[in-house]
């Protein structure tokens, strides 16, 4: 019996390639050979992506046999879903395996943002111990933490923070009283009131520079910004400005506009802690992360129930 085919986007996991490869012929997108893509499309019945990859709907529509698509990780904005939808195929994702990697690396980035610790690093390595003492770092143990987004990943870092004695509270589209968490209606006032502002709310249209001047100027310039979420959800231009010019403490920053290209303003910026986007990258997660992306592949194409298709397909295919 002749293998299914899948077409690959570029850059998505060689975990989640490797279980493909052993199941499927896979292909690899090329994005600037148009003829190489018309020879395959109508073999191709499944669509593989990373959580970065763009899918637009003319791509899809190039894909007239295409019954799947998986993404590896939780984001998906760069998906088309509503012409994935209208061309009747179903979009996954892979939420929950990832939540306590990312919620740890939000606290992470605030530790080390607001405690020095890649400069702590460095004093040491580079032999400037004996010639004097660090700048003092920022108490994180009681302090207030604002959540932007209080999702299921954004209540694990509630749980982290309330460790260390910290206050939450958050703002998001609708609010959710049985948190516990004190409500604010949009992320400015929220900012107003908080020391560290965490995001971690999903990108997209709807989310695109929800971080922005005004909501910096309101942080302050003891208060510290920590981008879990999406690079688009942060306006990075406002936010170099304001972190060079002492609008805002500093920031501990994990995603970024236009990945893997980071602004060089802040390459240099003692105030910031840069990591490239590894929220969920531990062996464990990302081998879930495979496993599940994988499965959602092999339920689509065998009829089988999806285990975790995104929500507007939920609603879209009855689902």
């Known amino acids: 019996m002749s293998k299914l085919d899948i077409l690959a986007m570029p850059r998505v996991h060689p975990l989640y390639l490797e279980a493909l490869r052993g199941v499927?012929?896979?292909?690899?997108?090329?994005?600037?050979?148009?003829?190489?893509?018309?020879?395959?499309?109508?073999?191709?019945?499944?669509?593989?992506?990373?959580?970065?990859?763009?899918?637009?709907?003319?791509?899809?529509?190039?894909?007239?046999q295409l019954k799947m698509l998986s993404v590896f990780g939780v984001g998906y904005d760069g998906i088309d879903v509503q012409a994935a939808l209208k061309q009747?195929?179903?979009v996954t994702h892979t939420p929950g395996v990832l939540t306590d990697d990312v919620a740890d690396l939000a606290m992470a980035l605030?530790?080390?943002?607001?405690?020095?610790?890649?400069?702590?690093?460095?004093h040491v390595r580079m032999g400037r111990w004996p010639l004097g003492l660090m700048p003092l770092g920022r108490k994180v143990s009681g302090a207030r933490m604002g959540?932007?987004?209080?999702?299921?990943?954004?209540?694990?870092?509630?749980?982290?923070?309330?460790?260390?004695?910290?206050?939450?509270?958050?703002?998001?589209?609708t609010e959710k009283p049985e948190s516990g968490f004190t409500y604010?209606?949009?992320?400015?006032?929220?900012?107003?009131?908080?020391?560290?502002?965490?995001?971690?709310?999903?990108?997209?249209?709807?989310?695109?520079?929800?971080?922005?001047?005004?909501?910096?100027?309101?942080?302050?310039p003891k208060g510290y910004l920590v981008n879990v979420a999406r690079g688009?959800?942060?306006?990075?231009?406002?936010?170099?400005?304001?972190?060079?010019?002492?609008?805002?403490?500093g920031a501990g920053l994990d995603v970024f506009m236009n990945e893997p290209?980071?602004?060089?303003?802040?390459?240099?910026?003692?105030?910031?802690?840069?990591?490239?986007?590894?929220?969920?990258?531990t062996h464990q997660t990302r081998q879930a992360m495979a496993d599940l992306a994988f499965a959602n592949m092999q339920a689509g194409l065998s009829g089988q129930p999806l285990l975790t298709p995104v929500?507007?397909?939920?609603?879209?295919?009855?689902?």
């Open 311 to 319: 929500p507007e397909c939920m609603a879209g295919l009855g689902r």
């Open 232 to 249: 688009s959800v942060v306006d990075e231009v406002a936010l170099v400005k304001a972190l060079s010019t002492g609008v805002i403490a």
């Open 88 to 90: 009747g195929v179903p």
């Open 184 to 220: 604010y209606p949009n992320a400015t006032a929220l900012a107003a009131e908080v020391d560290f502002l965490v995001a971690i709310t999903p990108g997209g249209a709807g989310t695109h520079h929800l971080i922005n001047a005004e909501v910096l100027k309101a942080l302050g």
């Open 261 to 281: 290209h980071v602004p060089e303003a802040l390459w240099a910026m003692p105030n910031v802690v840069l990591t490239p986007h590894m929220a969920s990258a």
């Open 147 to 173: 959540i932007v987004g209080l999702g299921r990943i954004g209540m694990a870092i509630a749980k982290r923070a309330a460790a260390f004695d910290m206050s939450i509270a958050y703002t998001t589209r």
């Open 24 to 64: 499927y012929n896979v292909h690899t997108y090329a994005p600037d050979d148009a003829q190489a893509l018309a020879a395959l499309a109508p073999r191709i019945v499944g669509l593989a992506t990373g959580g970065e990859s763009v899918v637009s709907g003319a791509l899809l529509a190039q894909l007239p």
């Open 110 to 122: 605030v530790l080390s943002v607001a405690r020095l610790l890649p400069q702590a690093d460095q």
